[in-house]
């Protein structure tokens, strides 16, 4: 197809505005897919996604649509809304030349559209505002299209007013795109240049490549080239999404699609490189994508020591999918071999440690989640800390610098007070408040990451009552009274349970987290001290009393010397297990303290 009649383009918005079910109506409306196989969040096809209502990975599919008799190509990519999935949003954002960008007609404009709408102004694609659910009783499409003009600075006077569910006008969303959304530009005779934006694992087909194709022409057949790693394949079979993967013999410049070429090493394939054919040397790479800033770390340890190899295949077939997941072997004392893995937030490290153990069958414990620290050394340099067990004692270094986020908080202005609130409590400090409308603010706020992750979107969702939203950005470290919060058993630190706190934070911290494992860790035949410490002072403790067996039951009356020789030999063999027993910590332990629970 000639390239002035290819449109490619994503739809962004916020978490529940709409953006799975108008994918579905254009699916239905251009034929892609007969009503029999219709179903609710038809590109969803992670379990995951399913049950949560959420969408967890981009997913592309080519459409076709007709205009006053021409036949246009559109290929949707579909993108997630929620924050920790940004880099997602990022990759498709680069694949296309324009973004309809969804905004619910009851609830407004969220967090989240605005930082995704800023994506899309910082690619300079071409967004065309749209207007979800305008069919419910509560809609307030001109007050939400005013919000968007004073919080974007995009002209929405016009804004498409639709409802995604019933079909409404989603036929003049498609025309819109097809009059405003740019042609790809590109040579189809030019040498090949596609940039690989998604992989996934098939067991039977090996590694297969989504790509868009910058320039050139890719045929069935070709002897391909990865440009950064130098590895050639054979195009075995190549075709497009629609939205079931279907075969074709040619993919030309501006169109989406996949590749396959039974690639068996994960490691072959990187995300953001540039595929091209054996024949051209001096190819151009295509741009890439900005390496993923990791901000959340936590450790897998497998339950059984015996499934650590399969731990690790498990994380490198997701890490091929999901580009934003590092990871790298650790051992702790206490939980073993396992891995220290990094995430872009707390959705995130959750989805991946729920698809390990559905995908993969493999049964884990997870430390804490904690983020990265950074420490300025005596001699000027500085090193990254990712976990409380590498950072040194303090004498070693001379400060210690957490992350600070700008945290922009939407909600109703009356929950304003209730909000500041909780951010002066995060030890938060106040940027600027801005009014959208009569009846919403946004609130920002610098604020250390580790607060966020510990419970502070928690609190805001309860104190606004599900109606406040957060998007946050990485800002910059700064040092503060940052302490490392041991905890001891029976005089053994226990590394997996260390982290690094504000010193105001650390005996409540402490206390908590021995009150919790006093509850969980069964009594042994010696007392079991808990002990919460931060550099050589303790500052809480707990302890489980010992397990104590009556050995003067079998002493009838009789000599009193007889039953005092019995106790005395009882006390002399707990001194002595105390000295030499190890205490037995179950898993449950474990993850009552890192679960919260």
Known sequence: MDTKHIRNFSIIAHIDHGKSTLADRMLELTGAVELR????QLLDDMPLERERGITIKAHAVTIYHVKDG?????????????????????????ACEGAVLLVDASQGVEAQTVANAYLAIEEELEIIPVLNKVDLAHARPDEIAEEIENSLAIEATDAIHISAKTGKNVNLVLDTIVDRVPAPTGDPSAPLQALIFDAVY????????????FNGTLTKRDLTRMVKSGKQYEAVEIGRFSPKMTPTDTLKAGEVGYVVSNIKKLGDVKVGDTLTLAKFRDVEPVPGYEEPQHMVFADFYPTNPGDFEHLRDALETLALSDSSLSFFPESSDALGFGFRCGFLGLLHMEIIQQRLEREHDIDMIQTAPSVTYRISLADGTEQEIHSPGQLPSPDHFEELREPIVRASMMMPVEYIGAVMQISNDHRGIFVRQEHLSTTRVNLVFDIPLAEIIYDFYDKLKSSTRGYGTLNYDIIDFKADDLVKLKILVNGKEVDALSSIVHRSQAEYRGRQTLKKLRKEIPRHLFEVRLQAGVGSKIIARESIAALRKDVTAKCYGGDITRKRKLLEKQKAGKRRMRQVGNVDIPQKAFLSVLGGE
Request: hydrophobic share 35%; no cysteine.
């Open 202 to 213: 098939d067991e039977y087909r090996g590694v297969i490549v989504y790509l868009r194709i």
């Open 70 to 94: 021409e036949r246009y190509q559109l290929n949707l990519i579909d993108t997630p809304g929620h924050v920790d999935f940004n880099y997602e949003v990022q990759k498709s954002l680069q």
């Open 37 to 40: 196989d219709m179903q609710a």
